[in-house]
């Protein structure tokens, strides 16, 4: 796994990078299934950036996720009133895009191979690869 943390109008401390690693380290297990299946690589880009040097309260700071799996780009990103609020938002993102995808997949699969069962047992006259009767 690749990580590239950048940061824009504020100084990237040690304690900013290591909470940022952290949050993207969780979703590593995630990420390490998906990239056992595919056998390919993944690249994280991460940046944190304060949106204004003037602006004192409100929503001014911002993170951005970026994560590619194979040629799949999955994106979050978020403004918050807290540094650390902003990166836990598109950790969580990040995480429920990656496992929706997953999930489609998953159900993608079984749905084709109970159709190719009932096919095979007779029940079904549809060919499950024409999707034709």
């Known amino acids: 796994m690749q990580i590239n943390i950048q940061s824009k109008n504020i100084e990237l401390t040690e304690e900013i990078r290591d909470y940022a690693l952290k949050r993207v380290t969780n979703l590593e297990k995630l990420l390490s299934n998906i990239k056992e299946e595919k056998g390919g690589e993944v690249k994280v880009s991460f ?66 191979a109970s159709s190719v069962k009932k096919m095979l047992k007779g029940l079904s006259k549809r060919n499950p690869f024409t999707s034709k009767y």
Do not use: P
Request: net charge negative; glycine share 6%; aromatic share 8%.
């Open 47 to 112: 940046e944190i950036s304060k949106t204004t040097n003037h602006h004192k309260a409100g929503e001014v700071f911002h993170s951005d996720c970026s994560i590619i799996i194979d040629g799949k780009n999955f994106y979050a990103g978020s403004d918050n009133e807290d540094l650390m609020s902003a990166i836990d938002e598109v950790k969580e993102k990040l995480f429920n895009e990656i496992s929706k995808d997953k999930d489609k997949k998953q159900t993608l699969f079984r749905r084709g």
